[in-house]
């Protein structure tokens, strides 16, 4: 049931932006009781931090069974873009920033996973494509795992990407091409192409 509770609540909380949605919005849509959710979760803001923690593992573990792999790069990259599809496709934009504005410690997790996590598989990526030959031997991973993790968090942080006139999905996607275009050999540019093809929706 906590399971069901918390993916119950990231998919809410996606749909109508976190404020928006309570316990009780929650409670009627998996329909049971509140005090059922209260079992397992102290308040909203203990709901609203282990949502977002599941969310976040969920996706590292993902990324990171790909690169145990033999090649694992392009299918890496592919998948990071198809769940950013997913993920933003229908995410109320307001939800970033009421975070940020009122869940801190939820806020705090984010900073965190963006350092620890993402940067580091970032890292590990470039490093593995570099040696497969999908990118240039010369590039700074170090560098540009700080560029790439800077350029995610600017559309969400930015006031000019806020008001919902510019589809954040499409900044998203723009800023990722222009990225790997930027660090792909013909060969990783190749691949990628071809991968593509193979899989549309991405």
Do not use: C
Not at 69 to 91: A, F, H, K, P
């Amino acid at each position: 049931m906590r399971e069901k509770i918390m993916d119950k609540s990231i998919e809410q909380f996606a749909q109508f932006g976190v404020r928006a949605v309570t316990m009780d919005d929650i409670a009627r849509s998996l329909g049971i009781s509140k005090k059922t959710i209260y079992q397992d979760f102290k308040d909203k803001k203990d709901l609203v931090n282990s949502a977002f923690k599941k969310m976040l593992s969920m996706d590292h573990d993902q990324l990171e069974s790909m690169l145990e792999g033999e090649d694992g790069v392009i299918e890496n990259l592919l998948y990071t873009s198809q769940m950013m599809r997913e993920r933003l496709t229908n995410m109320n934009p307001m939800v970033i920033v009421e975070i940020q504005k009122y869940y801190p410690e939820t806020w705090e997790i984010f900073q965190d996973f963006k350092e620890n996590v993402i940067r580091k598989d970032i890292i590990k990526v470039l490093e593995k494509g570099k040696k497969l030959g999908y990118f240039r031997a010369e590039i700074d991973s170090d560098i540009l795992s700080r560029l790439r993790v800077n350029q995610i968090n600017s559309v969400f942080e930015s006031r000019e990407f806020r008001d919902g006139s510019i589809n954040i999905l499409d900044v998203q996607l723009e800023m990722m091409d222009h990225f790997l275009h930027g660090i792909f050999t013909e060969k990783g540019r190749e691949a990628y192409k071809i991968q593509q093809e193979n899989n549309p929706t991405t």
